[in-house]
């Protein structure tokens, strides 16, 4: 699975964005060690904090299958801008994954890849508790 590939399946899962607060719709494509894809899209809430990202839908409905392994996942927003995620989604996927799982974003031009760990540095996770 190349990553332009997942790319275009994390756009085709912005229709599933249930965004009518923000308007911003988000998808997430995320691609397990056994080459399953889970998709994932933004859900808002008309209570604001309760919306849940598109990256946490994805890791969600791949956990509730079992699934343990992550490669990678790829995150676009309707913006047409990179959409790294939130420093909450950020802690949520480092608690299922391990230091190779690669971030992938596209501005509608540009590919980009970018390790989790880069992007949170100095983690907080299982190992501190052991
Ligand atoms: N959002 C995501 O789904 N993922 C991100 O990485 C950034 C933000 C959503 C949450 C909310 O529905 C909307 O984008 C605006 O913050």
């Excluded at 249930?18 to 994932?40: E, H, M, Q």
């Excluded at 995620?85 to 971030?103: L, Y």
């Amino acid at each position: 699975m190349t990553n332009a590939e997942l790319i275009q399946i994390s756009i085709d899962s912005q229709r599933l964005s249930y965004s009518p607060y923000s308007k911003f719709k988000v998808g997430a494509a995320l691609l397990t060690v056994d080459n399953i894809i889970y998709t994932g899209a933004n859900i808002e809430n008309a209570a604001y904090p309760v919306t849940i990202c598109a990256e946490r839908t994805a890791f969600i409905k791949a956990i509730l299958d079992e699934q343990t392994k992550f490669v990678k996942i790829a995150i676009t927003a309707s913006s047409n801008e990179f959409c790294f995620p939130c420093g909450s989604c950020r802690q949520f996927m480092n608690e299922f994954t391990d230091e190779k799982f690669e971030i992938i974003v596209f501005d509608g031009k540009t590919i980009n890849s970018i390790k989790l760990t880069k992007l949170l540095p100095h983690s907080f996770g299982k190992s501190n508790l052991l």
